[in-house]
C-alpha cells in the first residue's frame, strides 16, 4: 500500500495546476473582452454613417408621393363608378317606363274571371258530390242498423220471448241448468223483472205448475146447487 501510495503522490505532482490550466482560457478571455469594447465602438460608428448618409437621400415628398397618386386613381375610379351607376339606372328606368307603358289591368281581368267562374263550377260540383256521398252513407247506415236491429235479440223479444240471465249475468238456455236456488233477471221488450228460483227439478216444476193451474180453474167454476130435481154425482 505504502509503494501505491508513493506512485500516486509521484503522479500528482506531476500533473498541471489548475491554476496553469486556467491561465491560458483567462487570458484569452480577458483578450477578447478587451477587443470587443472597441469592436461595438467602431460598428457603431460606421451604422451611424450609413444611417446618416441614407438620411440625406430621404424626402418626405418621396413617401408622400405614392400616396396621393394612389388617392388621384381612387379619386378617378370613384367618379366613374358615379357616371357608371347613374347610366345603369337611367337605362333601367327607361326600359321599366318602357315595360309600364305595356300593362294593362284589363289583361289580368280575363283569366281571374275565367279562373273564378272555373273555381266557382269545382266547388259546385264538390258540393253536390259531398251531399250525395253524405245520402249514400246515410242509406248505407240504415240498412246497417236495420241489419244489426234484424240480428239482435230486442227482435227476438219484440215477438213475445223473453231472455233468461242468472245472477252472474250469464244467459239460462235450459231449465236443466238450474240445480239450486237462484236469483234471475227475465228481460222483456219493454224491460227487465227479477225472479226467484226455488230450487226442484223441471219435472217438479211443470207438476207443480199443473195443478197451481187446476187448483186455479176449480176455483173459478161455480158448485153445483141440489135442488131435488136430480141427485149429484159427487
Known amino acids: 500500500m505504502e509503494g501505491l501510495r508513493a506512485e500516486f503522490r509521484g503522479a500528482e505532482r506531476g500533473l498541471p495546476r489548475p491554476q496553469t490550466l486556467l491561465a491560458i482560457p483567462r487570458q484569452r478571455i480577458d483578450t477578447a473582452g478587451a477587443r470587443l469594447g472597441q469592436s461595438l465602438r467602431h460598428f457603431s460608428e460606421r451604422s451611424r454613417g450609413r444611417f446618416e448618409r441614407c438620411a440625406v437621400r430621404l424626402n418626405p415628398r418621396l413617401a408622400l408621393a405614392?400616396?396621393?397618386r394612389a388617392a388621384e386613381r381612387l379619386g378617378r375610379a370613384g367618379d366613374g363608378s358615379a357616371r357608371?351607376?347613374?347610366l345603369n339606372a337611367a337605362k333601367k328606368r327607361d326600359r321599366l317606363s318602357d315595360r309600364a307603358g305595356r300593362l294593362n289591368p284589363g289583361l289580368?281581368?280575363?283569366?281571374?274571371?275565367?279562373q273564378g267562374e272555373r273555381l266557382h263550377s269545382l266547388w259546385s260540383r264538390a258540393e253536390q258530390g259531398i251531399?250525395?256521398?253524405l245520402k249514400r252513407k246515410a242509406l248505407e247506415a240504415g240498412s246497417l242498423s236495420q241489419l244489426l236491429r234484424t240480428l239482435s235479440h230486442k227482435s227476438v223479444l219484440d215477438r213475445?220471448?223473453?231472455?233468461?240471465?242468472g245472477e252472474d249475468g250469464h244467459v239460462v238456455r235450459r231449465a236443466a241448468a238450474l240445480t239450486a236456488a237462484a236469483r234471475l233477471d227475465i228481460e222483456f221488450a219493454d224491460g227487465h223483472v227479477p225472479a226467484q228460483y226455488s230450487g226442484g227439478t223441471a219435472g217438479d216444476s211443470a207438476r207443480a205448475s199443473e195443478r197451481q193451474s187446476f187448483a186455479s180453474h176449480r176455483r173459478s167454476v161455480?158448485?153445483?146447487k141440489d135442488d131435488g130435481s136430480q141427485g149429484s154425482l159427487l
Request: positive net charge; proline residues 16%; aromatic residues 8%.
Open 66 to 68: 405614392p400616396l396621393v
Open 84 to 86: 357608371a351607376f347613374r
Open 108 to 114: 289580368l281581368a280575363g283569366p281571374a274571371a275565367r
Open 131 to 133: 251531399r250525395n256521398k
Open 160 to 165: 213475445g220471448f223473453a231472455l233468461v240471465r
Open 222 to 224: 161455480p158448485p153445483n
